[in-house]
């Protein structure tokens, strides 16, 4: 992207350059928290309490239907224990779908977006070796 009334690359030192990548990283970042909304801490708590809920329910459904099973048909192994052990695994499972597709649909709109690389590659921490600090505390 060439900044609005330049001449293109010409007549540009390499600090104006990295300067104007700097400046359009930032105004993307800008850009993708406006489009996501405000999320807060709330957001995070939510999503941890949902992957929870989704191994939690298929456990504990399956551990019901265990302890029913143990009580109509005594077999030497548990139904209670075996089951338990499915419902959790199911839930994982699940759990572990939800977040893929979660994470695939934020890579999408990363590359839709133009922003292929990290917020840490976009300010040249990962290129130059540069910390947080090195951009005055990473503001």
Known sequence: MMVAGTGGEKGRTSGQRDFERRLEARQRRKLRALRQGDRSVWFGIGTFGLVGWSVTIPAVALTALGVWLDGR???PFSWTLTLL?????LGCLNAWLWVSKERSIIERELREGGEGTSPAKER???E???GPASEGGGQ
């Open 73 to 75: 048909w005594p077999v």
């Open 85 to 89: 052990v499915i419902g959790v695994m």
């Open 124 to 126: 040249g921490e990962e």
């Open 128 to 130: 130059a070796g540069n």
